[in-house]
Structure formats: structure tokens, C-alpha cells
């Protein structure tokens, strides 16, 4: 009963998160001329550090092909840096440059407050409560990420 009831209010707040998600995205968000997936990409290897591109495509839920222009716009632009794998000339990594470190910031910083405008008619009490949970929730996932890594 227990985990039926779990599956479920996950299926729940993951509905309600991609509902909210939803209104974060209706704020435009676009820094220096680079659309929202340019953008997202430059934060993950700046949170994340030196990725593939093909894990960067399968994160971003595109195909790496699709995600060539984006890649060769970052790059021309001087946001992103491109190393091939020596051992393994297949894999290509991308790295954020320090151009795009500062950019990738400004679009943190820009989806904070998008984030704190959604939340500002919070109540203190639910505020708290949400924070608990949450931390909660967190400390949970990484145990699990760290186990199933």
C-alpha cells in the first residue's frame, strides 16, 4: 500500500513541477541573443564540467546532430570549447570557456529570480514546510544516485 501510494504522489509533484516548469518558461529567457536551449546547455557544462555530445543530447532529450548548430554557434562565439577524445576519437567533449562561465551565470541568476517571483505569495509557514521536504527529498536522491552509480 505504502509504495502505491508513493508511485503516486510522485506522479503527482512531478506533474505539478512540470506545470510550474511550464510558467518559468513563459518568461523570456534570453541573454545576449542565446535562446533558451544554448542557454541551458552553457549552464550544465558549467554546473556539471566537461561533457560528451551525446550526453549532452540525451540530457537535453535532442539528437546530437540536431544539437551541432547549437554547438558551432558556442563555439564560434567563444562560450564553449571542443577537445576530441584521445583515447577514443569517437567522443568529443565540450567544455564551458570562461566567456560562457559568465553567461551561464546570468542565466542562473536570471532563473532564480524567475523562481522567486513564482514563489513570492508563499505563505512563511509554507515556505518552511516546502524547505524541509525538499531538503529531505534531496538527501534521499543523492543517496540513491550515489548507489545506483
Known amino acids: 500500500m505504502a509504495r502505491k501510494e508513493?508511485?503516486?504522489?510522485?506522479?503527482?509533484?512531478i506533474l505539478i513541477l512540470d506545470k510550474?516548469?511550464?510558467?518559468?518558461?513563459?518568461d523570456p529567457l534570453v541573454l545576449s541573443g542565446y535562446p533558451r536551449q544554448q542557454l541551458s546547455i552553457l549552464v550544465?557544462?558549467?554546473?556539471g564540467g566537461p561533457a560528451r555530445l551525446k550526453d549532452i543530447a540525451r540530457r537535453?532529450?535532442?539528437?546530437?546532430?540536431?544539437?551541432?548548430?547549437a554547438f558551432r554557434k558556442l563555439e564560434r562565439d567563444g562560450l564553449?570549447?571542443?577537445?576530441?577524445?584521445?583515447?577514443d576519437r569517437?567522443?568529443?567533449?565540450?567544455?564551458v570557456t570562461q566567456a560562457g562561465q559568465q553567461i551561464a551565470v546570468q542565466a542562473v541568476d536570471a532563473m532564480?529570480?524567475?523562481?522567486?517571483?513564482?514563489?513570492?505569495?508563499?505563505?512563511?509557514?509554507?515556505?518552511?514546510?516546502?524547505?524541509?521536504?525538499?531538503?529531505?527529498?534531496?538527501?534521499i536522491l543523492n543517496k540513491m544516485e550515489l548507489t545506483n552509480a
Do not use: H, Q
Request: hydrophobic share 45%; net charge positive; glycine share 2%.
Open 6 to 13: 508513493f508511485i503516486k504522489l510522485l506522479e503527482s509533484n
Open 90 to 95: 569517437r567522443n568529443t567533449w565540450y567544455a
Open 60 to 69: 537535453e532529450m535532442v539528437t546530437a546532430p540536431n544539437l551541432c548548430a
Open 80 to 87: 564553449v570549447s571542443r577537445r576530441v577524445d584521445e583515447d
Open 20 to 26: 510550474l516548469s511550464d510558467k518559468l518558461k513563459k
Open 44 to 47: 550544465r557544462l558549467n554546473m
Open 112 to 139: 532564480r529570480a524567475a523562481i522567486e517571483k513564482l514563489f513570492a505569495d508563499l505563505s512563511r509557514e509554507d515556505e518552511v514546510a516546502l524547505t524541509v521536504a525538499l531538503k529531505t527529498i534531496n538527501g
